[in-house]
């Protein structure tokens, strides 16, 4: 990419940035769009829309920008939980390491390499040079300049490593307070237990309950058995649609809407009330729905909720091997309640390794195709390929603004096109592969989604031609307020409600795309220094890398365990103040059927069976 195609194109995305910042500020204040810009505010109830006309809703502002950020990590916490602000600690990082690197680069690096003749820049026509004049590549070789890049990655590695020990050890010491802060959760009593043995003629749930009061008889408390529900969802969501369709025919203000006739295409026949027509169909639905319920007591899987007295009765159960045989009672542990992901019990084992398989290979299919896009991007970015493929314009493309707006512009707007279609694809692909709880699924999405982007943002660009472009990426003015709405505290105070609750599981996650990133950034630069010429300081950045991985080795130690378990300590002190509170019998009679399949719960619809109050299908109590 040449210096004026990226002007251009910066250009561009000023202009869109001022119109989508004055677009946003002006939608925000309608009253008609409050449940769109805080929806998490009209579900609380805390609405302060007011109806009367006023100038001010006209006019754009930037006062929302300044209220975004006065929330503090204590607001956070109490209404979002420590997830939104390890997710803050991310953005926060994030600004730490690009404003180092950003003030290193531009005020060090850059004019270095913009001061060197290795691709003897004629400084008279600089707006339509390639931007490889900004880069190590314009450094002449063997140059004693090189030791000052040397140096800059020496330091930038110290820092971003010194950043990394302060965030983990942050969030570490925030994952246990907010933990001696927390209210009993049922997934922190609770385990997961599948591979159970049933011998012939007894059922799953005496299995269980025989095996556990047998070895945790002080600890365990309950269980709840998983059963297969695929069917009866089915139904289920047969009887929301039409719930919903109900709910649309009541609304309407016409009554005559409602009426059509049965014939065909509703063009011939008798004349129907549509909403009788519904109720009717609904109350069949409901019938059939408990129907299915009902035959559903034997319709087990080999997998049960256990739940025990106590956190630490749960973490003992969940660590030490139940059986003796390592593939029968296997434990893992519980999610929340509402996390759990239950068309993972509907499939059986050779399902679930089969769509395993048929993932891994689709996944791989998806990766190497979306080498076409990035192909054509990098046709783009050069002018001269464009013209041997398409010949028909090579008149237009010799318009400067045109040539400018295609090389600096158009790339990374069909590159991010074709990105935005990628994560929902990681989401199937996730939930495919028979993990038990959303959560499990979003993590799992998450690092396809890395290392789908590292293979085909970083190294398919490299391998194909002209990662440079990319600068254009980071200098897009246009994602500004992209980041603002998604990020800053407020539309996670106004529109993120929590579904579950990790406990900041996912910071180890970016520590080590981090630490991923700086070895990848050492292995470059060893290979840049020796083909400049420069042998010794490749040599010398060797133990660059070495010195990283013993960092994050010491990171591992000291704070991973942390994310993974709580310590007896923790646990038993928790449980000891468990002891002292009134509410916890309360609490373990909830927890008696808090792992009941959201499809097996009584469903009312309509009038007709107002009567169900109690579950079709109860769990076992010790």
Same mark, same amino acid.
């Given at each position: 990419m040449i210096l004026s195609a990226l002007l251009t194109s910066v250009g561009i995305n000023l202009g869109l940035c001022f119109l989508f910042f004055t677009l946003y500020s002006i939608l925000r204040k309608q009253p008609g769009n409050f449940h769109v810009y805080a929806p998490r505010l009209v579900a609380e109830g805390k609405s302060q829309r007011?109806?009367?006309?006023?100038?001010?809703?006209?006019?754009?502002?930037?006062?929302?920008?300044?209220?975004?950020?006065?929330?503090?990590?204590?607001?956070?916490?109490?209404?979002?939980?420590?997830?939104?602000?390890?997710?803050?600690?991310?953005?926060?990082?994030?600004?730490?390491?690009?404003?180092?690197?950003?003030?290193?680069?531009?005020?060090?690096?850059?004019?270095?390499?913009?001061?060197?003749? &290795?691709?003897? $820049?004629?400084? @008279?026509?600089? =707006?339509?040079? *390639?931007?490889?004049?900004?880069?190590? !590549?314009?450094?002449?070789?063997?140059?004693?300049?090189?030791?000052?890049?040397?140096?800059?990655?020496?330091?930038?590695?110290?820092?971003?490593?010194?950043?990394?020990?302060?965030?983990?050890?942050?969030?570490?010491?925030?994952?246990?307070?907010?933990?001696?802060?927390?209210?009993?959760?049922?997934? &922190?009593?609770? $385990?997961?237990? @599948?591979?159970? =043995?049933?011998? *012939?003629?007894?059922?799953?749930?005496? !299995?269980?309950?025989?095996?556990?009061?047998?070895?945790?008889?002080?600890?365990?408390?309950?269980?709840?058995?998983?059963?297969?529900?695929?069917?009866?969802?089915g139904v289920i969501d047969d009887a929301e649609k039409l719930y919903r369709t109900l709910g649309h025919l009541k609304s309407k203000k016409h009554t005559q809407q409602r009426f059509r006739r049965d014939g065909f295409l509703g063009l011939s026949g008798r004349r129907v009330d549509l909403l009788d027509q519904y109720e009717k169909k609904l109350e069949d639905l409901e019938d059939n729905l408990r129907m299915e319920q009902s035959s559903l007591t034997g319709e087990e899987v080999r997998a049960a909720f256990v739940s025990f007295k106590s956190r630490f009765g749960a973490t003992i159960a969940l660590h030490i091997q139940q059986g003796i045989d390592p593939t029968e009672w296997v434990t893992e542990r519980a999610p929340e309640p509402q996390d759990v992901y239950w068309p993972f019990f509907s499939a059986s084992f050779l399902k679930r390794w089969i769509c395993k398989l048929v993932v891994v290979v689709a996944y791989i299919l998806l990766t190497v195709s979306f080498l076409i896009p990035v192909v054509i991007v990098q046709g783009l970015t050069h002018l001269d390929q464009l013209e041997v493929w398409f010949p028909f314009l090579r008149g237009v493309l010799t318009i400067t603004f045109v040539s400018q707006v295609i090389t600096g512009y158009l790339p990374s707007l069909i590159l991010q096109l074709f990105l935005s279609l990628v994560p929902p694809i990681m989401i199937i692909f996730s939930s495919m592969q028979g993990y038990i709880s959303f959560s499990k699924i979003q993590k799992s999405a998450c690092t396809k989604m890395l290392w789908f982007t590292i293979w085909n943002i970083f190294f398919a660009n490299v391998l194909s031609g002209s990662v440079l472009y990319q600068v254009n990426i980071i200098l897009e003015p246009k994602e500004i307020p992209k980041i603002l709405a998604e990020v800053v505290p407020a539309q996670l105070l106004n529109v993120f409600a929590p579904k579950y609750e990790t406990g900041g599981k996912f910071w180890?996650?970016?520590?080590?795309?981090?630490?991923?990133?700086?070895?990848?950034?050492?292995?470059?630069?060893?290979?840049?220094?020796?083909?400049?010429?420069?042998?010794?300081?490749?040599?010398?950045?060797?133990?660059?890398?070495?010195?990283?991985?013993?960092?994050?080795?010491?990171?591992?130690?000291?704070?991973?365990?942390?994310?993974?378990?709580?310590?007896?300590?923790?646990?038993?002190?928790?449980?000891?103040?468990?002891?002292?509170?009134?509410?916890?019998?309360?609490?373990?009679?909830?927890?008696?059927?808090?792992?009941?399949?959201?499809?097996?719960?009584?469903?009312?619809?309509?009038?007709?069976?107002?009567?169900?109050?109690?579950?079709?299908?109860?769990?076992?109590?010790?």
């Open positions: 007011t109806n009367h006309f006023n100038l001010d809703r006209l006019l754009p502002s930037a006062g929302w920008v300044t209220r975004a950020w006065q929330p503090s990590e204590e607001d956070l916490l109490s209404t979002s939980g420590l997830d939104a602000v390890v997710f803050m600690r991310i953005f926060i990082f994030s600004l730490r390491v690009f404003t180092f690197a950003g003030i290193i680069g531009v005020f060090i690096l850059l004019p270095i390499n913009y001061l060197g003749n &290795q691709l003897s $820049i004629d400084f @008279s026509d600089l =707006p339509n040079k *390639s931007l490889d004049s900004f880069s190590i !590549s314009n450094v002449d070789n063997g140059s004693n300049r090189l030791w000052i890049h040397f140096s800059a990655a020496y330091v930038f590695t110290g820092v971003v490593c010194y950043l990394l020990y302060f965030e983990y050890s942050y969030i570490s010491s925030k994952r246990i307070a907010c933990f001696y802060s927390s209210k009993p959760q049922p997934h &922190q009593f609770t $385990i997961l237990v @599948s591979g159970i =043995p049933v011998s *012939s003629g007894s059922r799953v749930g005496e !299995s269980v309950e025989s095996f556990f009061t047998k070895y945790h008889p002080s600890t365990y408390l309950s269980h709840t058995v998983v059963r297969r529900t695929n069917k009866l969802q180890p996650i970016v520590h080590n795309s981090t630490i991923f990133s700086l070895v990848l950034m050492h292995i470059i630069a060893i290979g840049i220094f020796g083909l400049k010429k420069l042998p010794l300081a490749s040599s010398l950045t060797i133990p660059l890398p070495v010195l990283t991985l013993l960092f994050n080795e010491f990171c591992r130690k000291r704070f991973l365990p942390i994310f993974r378990d709580y310590s007896a300590e923790c646990l038993i002190n928790k449980d000891r103040e468990d002891q002292r509170d009134p509410t916890m019998v309360e609490f373990r009679d909830k927890l008696v059927t808090a792992y009941q399949d959201p499809a097996l719960k009584p469903i009312q619809y309509s009038g007709s069976i107002g009567r169900l109050k109690s579950p079709l299908l109860h769990s076992a109590v010790a």
